[in-house]
T-cell receptor, first 115, second 116 residues
Framework: AQSVTQPDIHITVSEGASLELRCNYS??????LFWYVQSPGQGLQLLLK??????LVQGIKGFEAEFKRSQSSFNLRKPSVHWSDAAEYFC?????????????FGKGTKLSVKP | NAGVTQTPKFQVLKTGQSMTLQCAQD?????MYWYRQDPGMGLRLIYY???????DKGEVPNGYNVSRLNKREFSLRLESAAPSQTSVYFC???????????????FGEGSWLTVV
């Protein structure tokens, strides 16, 4: 069965610093991968997704993610963090073995941004 | 841009009470979903509806029922609420099968439910 691991529960970075949020998945074939962001009290917003093709995926708000099959990873990056990026970030993988549309979510990484 | 709209946003229930969470989408999507989010657990699928007229269980369906009223609306019902159902509930929708290039799930803003 597929699974998603986000090793970091909470990360704090300074405004203007670079950011990398880690995501590891478990799946034998090429997975469909997603990153969502959730601001406090809000729903989840799709940042980017990977289905196939170019392994470096560009998303909204200046985020990008790189799919690395050899490392089973799909890490999210941003070169310069803004205070408004403070939120919780969820990595997800499409679950092929379960019900349709069943995304398996990681437990999330909460990002705090220092002034 | 309304997208996916859920009501109510906040609700407090007593154990044993019933209630229905309403969800509507205006994107003409075929598939709709109900998730719950608990601290440290990510999101888990409760029920989904692949298309109008069909519903199926997800990962954690016990204690819930759903109705796909029409293409736009998908409601979630708690018949006899329990404290374990205290959670944040998210409705979501997608054009079709998630996994087909271009099809992704869009989420509502959530409904905070507390059962005391």
């Amino acid at each position: 069965a597929q699974s998603v691991t986000q090793p970091d529960i909470h990360i704090t970075v300074s405004e203007g610093a670079s950011l990398e949020l880690r995501c590891n998945y478990s799946y034998g074939a090429t997975p469909y991968l997603f990153w969502y962001v959730q601001s406090p009290g809000q729903g989840l917003q799709l940042l980017l997704k990977y289905f196939s093709g170019d392994t470096l995926v560009q998303g909204i708000k200046g985020f990008e993610a790189e799919f690395k099959r050899s490392q089973s990873s799909f890490n999210l990056r941003k070169p310069s963090v803004h205070w408004s990026d403070a939120a919780e970030y969820f990595c997800a993988v499409m679950n092929y073995g379960g019900s349709q549309g069943n995304l398996i979510f990681g437990k999330g990484t909460k990002l705090s941004v220092k002034p | 841009n309304a997208g996916v709209t859920q009501t109510p946003k906040f609700q407090v229930l007593k154990t044993g009470q019933s209630m229905t969470l309403q969800c509507a989408q205006d994107m003409n999507h075929n598939s709709m979903y109900w998730y719950r989010q608990d601290p440290g657990m990510g999101l888990r699928l409760i029920y989904y509806s692949a298309s109008e007229g069909t519903t199926d269980k997800g990962e954690v369906p016990n204690g819930y029922n759903v109705s796909r009223l029409n293409k736009r609306e998908f409601s979630l019902r708690l018949e006899s609420a329990a404290p374990s159902q205290t959670s944040v509930y998210f409705c979501a929708s997608s054009q079709g099968y998630v996994g087909t290039s271009g099809n992704t799930i869009y989420f509502g803003e959530g409904s905070w439910l507390t059962v005391v």
